[in-house]
């Protein structure tokens, strides 16, 4: 079975600082790892994902992730964040045989104020 | 808007009541999952479907829940007499297949209130 935790209930932010979202999680298989980022009253949209190669993913809006697969990490950051990236940010996790079963941590509201 | 369509968006129902929710996939995809999100939490994963049959049920209550997917329409998610702990938000992802490296493509969702 796997498990993902996403410390971080909230981060608040300043407009155009930089941010960083942890996520770590747990696995006894090989795992895909995902970043989602659902908007108010909607549904998921997928920001990036990592399925092999290269451990740093860059993804949709800026936003790029690193697998450490040492630490059992995959941390989501960007640069410089805006307004409009005030959102709920979800790690999720699924085992590479079989079905694509999500395992979703418990999100991280990423409040950005001017 | 060739997304995941789910439908109602909000649903209010009574204590022993039953609630559909309905879900299309994105065309041409024929695989189906529903997922559950309680207040402040992360979604749970509840079922997976292919076309005419359940793959897995894993995350479905024992009772008063039931899931299809017919060879025509949508996908149905159905809760009998539902009580107060059902409110939730419950979305529905479809994928091409099953592949583990083939993204979910997620509806908006279904809000469903209990009074």
């Known amino acids: 079975a796997q498990s993902v935790t996403q410390l971080d209930s909230q981060v608040p932010v300043f407009e155009e600082a930089p941010v960083e979202l942890r996520c770590n999680y747990s696995s006894s298989v090989s795992v895909y790892l995902f970043w989602y980022v659902q908007y108010p009253n909607q549904g998921l949209q997928l920001l990036l994902k990592y399925l092999s190669g290269s451990t740093l993913v860059k993804g949709i809006n800026g936003f790029e992730a690193e697998f450490n697969k040492s630490q059992t990490s995959f941390h989501l950051r960007k640069p410089s964040v805006h307004i409009s990236d005030t959102a709920e940010y979800f790690c999720a996790v699924s085992e590479i045989q079989g079905f694509q079963k999500l395992v979703f941590g418990t999100g991280t509201r990423l409040l950005v104020s001017p | 808007n060739a997304g995941v369509m789910q439908n109602p968006r909000h649903l209010v129902r009574r204590r022993g009541q039953e609630a559909r929710l309905r879900c299309s996939p994105v065309k041409g995809h024929s695989h189906v999952y529903w997922y559950r999100q309680l207040p402040e939490e992360g979604l749970k994963f509840m079922v997976y479907?292919?076309?005419?049959?359940?793959?897995?049920e894993s995350g479905m209550p024992k009772e008063r829940f039931s899931a299809e997917f017919p060879k025509e329409g949508p996908s149905i998610l159905r809760i009998q007499q539902v009580v107060r702990g059902d409110s939730a938000a419950y979305f529905c992802?479809?994928?091409?297949?099953?592949?583990?490296?083939?993204?979910?493509?997620f509806g908006d969702g279904t809000r469903l209130s209990i009074l």
């Open positions: 992802a479809s994928s091409p297949s099953q592949a583990g490296n083939q993204p979910q493509h």
């Open positions: 479907l292919q076309k005419e049959n359940i793959i897995d």
